[in-house]
């Protein structure tokens, strides 16, 4: 079993550190190789995802990714910042189907901005399609109006698109996974205004006929953003594009009282994956050792499940993440009255020993 150990910039470093601990505690037979990548990479090599990165990654069964970028980039030009690099391995890598479980902890139903009857108990998978949509699409870039509002003056453009192969797809990732779960599925789209999302929902109603026992539903995007603050338990396994799933995921991450808390599993046909926290690296708090490094923590336990093959040892960590949690260990994002407050490290340490 090969990882790829990609830690990247700001948090990013501290958690990773903290998460391949838990794995050496595992006494699996795991070779870890670690590489730069994002602004790290950019430093000391002038390119965000290195060509030896790419090459680690792609030989490697499963990759451990941190986070990247950080404000001092915000001036390179677009294909040297930092967020290319993760871009670039999701697309080299064909990692189309991105999984973003959003799960209350009970311990935690307090740190909700949420009232607790509301999240209380809270289990949603979000699964976003990652490698199309007007994040990939052709063409983009900057011009001279010759048409529109404003003919003359300078204008940027990105392109939405999904082909049928994408849809389909990503879902039949959608609609297996409700298999296992509640056989729920809702699709988010836009289909009142984009003609890529009346696609999109023509495509995934198609497909969802192949699965009679799963229940399918539509909903529009904005409705979708105000029914997740409104009434989340409503939702199961939610299927949407790349751009839309970017911002609802964020949203669903608030749910549960941090995205310090939520991990993530990118994953492309041969169930090869890149398994990172849905946060970002957070250079506001970087290098402090105040960083909640559970989400990394339990992306590395969705990595044994999904691409190693070790549902045991993914178990383990998980319970382990409950453990301290009962235990009263809070990071600064989790803490609440009457908690004990802990570092980055503490907490891994933690996890370590609470393993069982
Ligand atoms: C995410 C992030 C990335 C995205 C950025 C860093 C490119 O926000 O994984 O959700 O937009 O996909
Ligand atoms: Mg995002």
């Known amino acids: 079993m090969k990882i790829a150990v990609l830690p990247g910039d700001g948090i990013g470093t501290e958690i990773v550190a903290e998460a391949v601990k838990v794995l050496q505690a595992l006494d699996l037979q795991f070779e870890m190789e670690m590489a730069l990548v994002g ?38 030009d677009r294909p040297l910042r930092p967020e290319q690099a993760i871009l670039g391995l999701r697309k080299n890598l064909g990692l189309f189907a991105n999984f973003r479980p959003a799960i209350c902890y009970e311990q935690l139903v307090g740190a909700s901005s949420l009232k607790p009857e509301l999240i209380g108990g809270l289990d949603i998978l979000i699964i976003r399609e ?55 599925v809702t699709s988010v789209d836009k289909a ?35 029914q997740l603050v409104r009434e989340p338990k409503k939702f199961d396994v939610v299927v949407t594009g790349n751009m839309f799933g970017d911002i609802l995921s964020d949203e669903a991450a608030m749910l549960t009282g941090s995205i310090g808390m939520l991990p993530s599993a990118s994953l492309n046909a041969s169930n090869q994956g890149l398994y990172e926290p849905s946060h970002g690296s957070a250079p506001d708090i970087a290098g402090k050792g105040i960083a909640n490094p559970l989400a990394t923590i339990l992306s590395a336990a969705m990595m044994l499940r ?3 093959n070790q549902e045991a040892a993914a178990q383990r960590i998980e319970a ?4 301290v949690l009962n235990q009263g260990l809070r990071t600064a994002d989790i803490f609440s009255a009457g908690m004990t407050r802990v570092g980055t490290v503490e907490m891994g340490a933690a996890v370590v020993k609470a393993l069982t």
């Open 130 to 184: 990652l490698t199309g949509d007007i994040y990939f699409g052709q063409p983009r870039g900057r011009r001279v109006a010759t048409d529109g509002l404003f003919p003359g003056a300078e204008e940027a453009f990105d392109t939405m698109r999904y082909s049928r192969p994408e849809i389909e797809r990503i879902a039949h990732v959608a609609f297996q996974a409700a298999r296992k779960r509640s056989h729920r």
């Open 306 to 308: 999904y691409s190693l």
């Open 39 to 76: 602004g790290a990479a950019y430093d000391a090599y002038g390119h965000p995802l290195p060509d030896a990165t790419l090459q680690l990654a792609r030989q490697a069964d499963a990759v451990l990714f941190g986070a990247v970028g950080d404000w001092k980039y915000d001036t390179l």
């Open 320 to 323: 382990a993440v409950k453990t």
């Open 192 to 226: 009142n205004v984009l003609e890529t999302f009346q696609f999109w929902k023509d495509v995934v109603s198609d497909i969802g006929k192949q699965y009679p026992d799963v229940a399918l539903d539509h909903m529009y995007v904005d409705n979708a953003a105000m």
